[in-house]
């Protein structure tokens, strides 16, 4: 079935270190949306990418579309215990009017 | 204020049973969504409605009923025939139901089997 891979799953990191995780579609994507969902809460739509290469930013958040549109990335600079959560991504694979989300990378930040 | 409200918050299932997760939303959107989470996995898509008396089944459906008789609410039941239905039940709204919009949840309900 169509699918959309997330990695990684867990990631722990020390306050002020960078994160990034990862969604890969073997299709191509029409487009592709980010959410993140703190613990216990219920997922918040961050961004939609749409172009090719797009990259697009938000304070310490920086979101990429790649240029075959068929991964993407989420980057956050100099992590803060506000950024715990899990992020998920959500493609729509070409030909399809499908949104489908991907598993999800579980950030814990260490203060 | 507008948003998604879901009841209950934590729901107990017995043997059997049938229950219902209600969603009711005030963002006057036309499309809604009920989402199956379970621990360490994505959303997965339960049914869908783009207008009133219509939905369609999403990639679960099975055990699960809905119906949409109002804009505004959309429940979910969750039959005797769903034997796994332990999960976080989200329910979600967009303005047309188009997949290139972004998707408003509900704080969700987390539904256990006694």
């Known amino acids: 079935g169509q699918q959309v891979m997330q990695i990684p799953q867990y990631q722990h990191v020390q306050e002020g270190e960078d994160f990034t995780t990862y969604c890969n579609s073997s299709t191509t994507l029409s487009n592709i949306q980010w959410y993140k969902q703190r613990p216990g809460g219920h997922p918040v739509f961050l961004i939609q990418?749409?172009?090719?290469?797009e990259v697009k930013k938000q304070k310490r958040l920086t979101f990429q579309f790649g240029e075959a549109k068929k991964n993407s990335s989420l980057h956050i600079t100099a992590t803060q215990t506000t950024d715990v959560g899990t992020y998920f991504c959500a493609g729509v694979q070409g030909g399809s009017e499908k949104l489908v989300f991907g598993k999800g990378t579980k950030l814990t930040v260490n203060p | 204020d507008g948003g998604i409200t879901q009841s209950p918050k934590y729901l107990f299932r017995k043997e059997g049973q049938n229950v219902t997760l209600s969603c009711e939303q005030n963002l006057n959107h036309d499309a809604m969504y009920w989402y199956r989470q379970d621990p360490g996995q994505g959303l997965r898509l339960i049914y869908y409605s783009q207008i009133v008396n219509d939905f369609q089944k999403g990639d679960i459906a099975e055990g699960y009923s809905v119906s949409r008789e109002k804009k505004e609410s959309f429940p979910l039941t969750v039959t005797s025939a769903q034997k796994n239905p332990t999960a976080f039940y989200l329910c979600?709204?967009?303005?047309?139901?188009?997949?290139?919009?972004?998707?408003?949840f509900g704080s969700g309900t987390q539904l256990s089997v006694l």
């Open positions: 990418l749409v172009k090719s290469g």
């Open positions: 979600a709204s967009s303005i047309a139901g188009t997949v290139h919009e972004k998707l408003f």
